[in-house]
């Protein structure tokens, strides 16, 4: 066989924290959780293929915490997290968004440094019709020496020691960050391991798809109602390029196509529900997803504010959420800030025009 043809085998997740962690305890100790972590996903993985195959799942709840329904996969996937990852000792405790308050994990000696926060199961109302779903997860550094208290957990996203999301679709994916890029495995189901595919992603700074439930159109606030509006206009908008709309209603699906090909990917405040200052959870869906685009050379925003210097008031803190393309998110930016000051042109759908025979100025 040529030398030339030979393919270099490919780097499983463990050498790869290896390499990026070194072999320090505070090093091991952090792989260690990412290893558990990357268990609890396969074991997640093996339960979502199953699909409607499955007979035995746990009964879920009428609603979470959240006031969202429960599926009985989201009951299950929480458990094996929990399960799998206070079996290995290796994190001091979690929360969960099926879980109103975190828990402490029982150690049978030094506690370990370390917290783990996560949403078991993405995009869970999907399930029933086969579409793509996922988990996300983030760790923060737990510097208590006893059992964490809630406040323990409430760091901003810059903080975060690792966070990553896991896909859920005709492969299984695990994309992490631990603070030296973004990078993405894939499951080797034969031999039972993730291997190293999609290294150093990056996201090109100037999108050509969006994605926004569009549905929520009229709730939106001015300077989101002006970006949508120039995306849709197109290369004759203020922009001056064309895009694609996309809506998954799965963060975990959205933020890995902006990270593979590009984009940017809105929830942001609304006026639907005022008492919420957005949908998606700060400390598990925002600053994990934050932390891997910025990574990847993207940008994250509220809109008004880097997402990853929001301090949490609450383990389940809700925030407008704004992801990708630097560029792009950065312009969002600007029409909040424009719009705040007051110093942007009056916003004005072509939909709601007064239609005339007559020139204006015939009028």
Request: charged share 25%; net charge negative.
């Amino acid at each position: 066989m040529n030398a030339a043809t030979v393919e270099e085998p490919q780097q499983t997740l463990n050498a790869f924290l290896e390499a990026a962690l070194g072999t320090t305890p505070e090093g091991r100790d952090l792989a260690d959780v990412l290893l558990h972590v990357g268990d609890a996903v396969r074991a997640v993985s093996r339960e979502v293929a199953r699909g409607a195959l499955a007979r035995s799942r746990p009964v879920a709840g009428a609603v979470n915490v959240q006031g969202e329904t429960q599926k009985p996969l989201d009951v299950l996937a929480n458990d094996l997290f929990l399960r799998i990852c206070a079996d290995g000792e290796c994190v001091a405790g979690m929360a969960s968004e099926e879980m109103e308050d975190p828990v402490a994990v029982p150690c049978s000696g030094t506690r370990t440094k370390h917290l783990l926060v996560f949403d078991p199961l993405d995009g869970s109302s999907n399930i029933d019709i086969n579409v793509t779903v996922g988990s996300i997860f983030s760790v923060l550094r737990h510097d208590g020496a006893g059992e964490p208290q809630p406040e323990h957990y409430l760091q901003p996203g810059h903080r975060q020691l690792a966070a990553g999301y896991a896909l859920y679709g005709p492969s299984t994916l695990l994309v992490l960050s631990v603070g030296d890029g973004t990078h993405g495995f894939s499951l080797d189901a034969d031999r039972g391991t993730f291997v190293l595919t999609h290294p150093a992603l990056r996201i090109a700074p100037e999108a050509r798809e969006f994605a926004i439930n569009m549905s929520n159109a009229r709730f939106w606030e001015p300077p989101v109602q002006r970006y949508v509006a120039a995306c849709k206009a197109g290369v004759e908008g203020d922009i001056g390029r064309d895009y694609n709309m996309r809506w998954v209603a799965s963060m975990v699906a959205e933020v890995h196509r902006i990270l593979l090909r590009g984009g940017v990917y809105l929830y942001p405040r609304d006026r639907k529900l005022p008492r919420k200052a957005g949908r998606l959870r700060l400390l598990y869906e925002a600053n994990p997803m934050a932390m891997l685009v910025e990574q990847a050379g993207g940008r994250a925003s509220t809109g008004r504010a880097r997402l990853s210097d929001v301090v949490p008031d609450a383990i389940h803190q809700r925030i407008p959420v704004i992801l990708g393309a630097r560029e792009d998110v950065e312009r969002i930016e600007r029409y909040h800030r424009e719009f705040d000051e007051g110093s942007d042109k009056p916003f004005a759908s072509p939909l709601f025009n007064e239609f005339s025979l007559f020139l204006p100025e015939a009028r």
